[in-house]
């Protein structure tokens, strides 16, 4: 069974900086694409970053040059560097990864994702 959990959220004051991670575990074959997403009370879950397996990157425009999204495959953990965090930034983050495993002898593809963890900026 494969899992994703998440650790590092929690409450910081408005320009400072939390590293969340991201672990997957389980019969993992390969893992395409790791990426987080968010979702503020009363909005949409959208995406932040995303990382593929060589290492291309993609950024939500409102975190463009504050944020990094890093990982390491040897681990299957995925990280999120976050400085100059901003009020808006408050949410539940979520892991999210695209990845093959195996099931007996055959492999399969799904998109799983982690249990979220808090991200709380104060102003």
């Known amino acids: 069974q494969v899992q994703l959990v998440e650790s590092g959220g929690g409450l910081v004051q408005a320009g400072g900086s939390l590293r969340l991670s991201c672990a997957a575990s389980?019969?993992?074959?390969?893992?395409?694409?790791m990426g987080w997403y968010r979702q503020a009370p009363g909005k949409q879950r959208e995406l932040v970053a995303a990382i593929t397996s060589g290492s291309s990157t993609n950024y939500a425009d409102s975190v463009k040059g504050r944020f990094t999204i890093s990982r390491d495959n040897a681990k299957n953990t995925v990280y999120l560097q976050m400085n100059s965090l901003k009020p808006e930034d408050t949410a539940v983050y979520y892991c999210?990864?695209?990845?093959?495993?195996?099931?007996?002898?055959?492999?399969?593809?799904?998109?799983?994702w982690g249990q979220g963890t808090q991200v709380t900026v104060s102003s």
């Open positions: 999210n990864a695209d990845l093959t495993y195996y099931r007996g002898s055959y492999r399969y593809q799904n998109d799983y």
């Open positions: 389980g019969r993992i074959f390969s893992i395409n694409v």
